[in-house]
């Protein structure tokens, strides 16, 4: 390890990488030639969109901070989480946009922000009698859920979301949390706290289903990784509290003046992975309602900036000859056998993602020419497949591409004003109490008048 803010200069650098043992292994790799991506990768139209668009974008991102604290132990550490959500009212945007330039006061008029915010104990923070940081941090991720309230008309708690998401769950036991104090036992986990079944008779909490106590460094260093997956699991719960808020109050009639624009892919990934799976039950559960109720899929879309497939996305846009293979316009969906061909290698049977992800990526080129990554989630058992490029059963990719038109910002490369927007507020939340449920609903019962 070096010392703090110790490098490596560029000539012990350049020797590992000319070293013949770096050689050997490069000769020994796997490579692709890439004038074949662009044969294989063949962009469409997408379909028609729906009119009307929808008019409101509800857009969630979140943020974590770890940093030192002084409680009298070296290496402490707090958590600091917090996710933000975003109201886009695009009929008001176009309205605006009929007037150029737009007036900065009026065009933040068209964003309502809402974020919620909580510290989370890292190394060497103990709280109350427990025994240890990690046993705090267990409790401290179960408050964040029970004290959550996201629609204050009936104190429904994100912890009311988590748990109908949890019945979803197999039934199986996982070692105690507790095993760091001696204890041996395989313990289920419920919906409510429990108690281990050891003499200490420690509590267990739902959230421990989870597992994310097992990526907890108690002794020393970051907790980014266990920072991290609570920030995961905390976004699309939110997503699918919002939905089920919208159940609960029959509004789920509206849902096509919404669209729903989630950071990051559809996809649950390490310990809390198993979420994906109930996440998707759930949702097509909310989709067979809306469907029968107005005849369309909800419009949820996640946006990937970074990764293995944006930088694929760039690289087969590019040609030899200085231009570009993808069309303004143009879209392309990655089926499971190019996937594993051409982006993360792999001879598995099982599909790509098929443990961790809710949804299904796309590559889309705007009218604008800002390439993104986005996902599409699975809302019927049909639409579960990366077989085809056809897009046929998804019947909202029209729509979503067209949202991505009217979307995109010049802001950042290939970026989405919502998603900016939230990123934003959930880095520095100055809106800290507001509730996104609230503003939505203010908007629909003026749309609805």
């Known amino acids: 390890m070096p010392y703090e803010g110790e490098y490596a200069h ?30 294989e990768a063949m962009p469409k139209t ?4 729906d009119s009307p668009l929808p008019s409101l974008v509800l857009a969630i991102d979140g943020s974590y901070a770890e940093v030192d604290v002084r409680n009298g132990y070296p290496g402490a550490k707090v958590g600091y989480c917090s996710v933000a959500s975003v109201v886009l009212n695009l009929a008001e945007l176009e309205h605006l946009d009929i007037d150029r330039p737009v007036n900065p006061v009026d065009f933040r008029r068209t964003e309502a922000p809402s974020s919620d915010a909580s510290a989370l104990p890292g190394c060497n923070v103990i709280t109350r009698d427990h025994s240890s ?21 009936d104190n429904t708690r994100l912890l009311a979301t988590y748990q109908a998401l949890l019945a979803y769950k197999p039934t199986e036991k996982i070692e105690c949390p507790y095993a760091h104090l001696g204890c041996d036992h395989q313990v289920p986990i419920t919906s409510d706290v429990s108690t281990c079944p050891c003499e200490r008779r420690k509590p267990l909490f739902p959230t421990d289903a989870l597992r994310i ?6 002794d020393s260093g970051t907790n980014g990784e266990a920072f991290g997956y609570v920030l995961s699991v905390w976004e699309r719960l939110l997503l699918i509290h919002l939905l089920r808020c919208f159940e609960q109050r029959n509004w789920l009639d509206r849902l096509n003046a919404v669209a729903f624009f989630l950071d990051g892919p559809l996809a649950i990934f390490g310990p809390p992975a198993w979420l994906s799976a109930a996440v998707s039950r ?12 107005t005849g369309n899929d909800i419009v949820i879309v996640g946006i990937e900036k970074s990764g293995n497939f944006v930088a694929h996305f760039e690289e087969i846009d590019s040609r030899e000859d200085g231009g570009q293979h993808f069309q303004p316009g143009s879209f392309f969906l990655p089926t499971d056998a190019y996937i594993k061909k051409r982006i993360i290698f792999s001879d598995s049977t099982k599909r790509y993602g ?14 604008s ?43 950042f490369p290939n970026a989405l004003a919502p ?9 520095i939340p100055l809106h800290l109490g507001q509730k996104v449920l609230r503003q939505l609903a203010q908007v629909l019962m003026r749309e609805r008048g």
């Not at 000539?11 to 991506?37: A, H, N, W």
């Not at 759930?282 to 029968?292: C, D, G, M, P």
């Not at 098929?354 to 949804?359: I, V």
């Not at 998603?419 to 880095?427: D, G, K, L, P, R």
């Open 133 to 153: 940081a990690k046993d705090s941090f267990r409790e401290a991720l179960f408050d964040l859920l029970h004290d959550a309230i996201v629609d204050e008309e």
């Open 419 to 427: 998603i900016v927007s939230a990123h934003a507020q959930a880095s």
């Open 354 to 367: 098929a443990d961790t992800y809710f949804g299904r990526k796309f590559f889309y080129k705007t009218k």
């Open 46 to 49: 997408p379909p028609a969109a």
């Open 369 to 411: 020419g800002a390439r993104i990554v986005a996902n599409i989630p699975f809302l019927t058992p049909e639409q579960d497949s990366l077989a085809s490029d056809d897009p046929a059963p998804y019947p909202r990719l029209g729509t979503v591409c067209a949202l991505l038109d009217k979307l995109v910002t010049c802001r």
């Open 282 to 293: 759930e949702l097509q559960r909310l989709n067979a309602i809306v469907q029968e109720k």
């Open 213 to 218: 106590h097992e990526r907890f460094n108690d």
């Open 10 to 39: 560029y000539q012990p650098l350049k020797r590992i990488v000319e070293s013949e043992r770096v050689q050997q292994l490069l000769r020994r790799s796997r490579v692709l030639g890439p004038t074949v991506l662009t044969q």
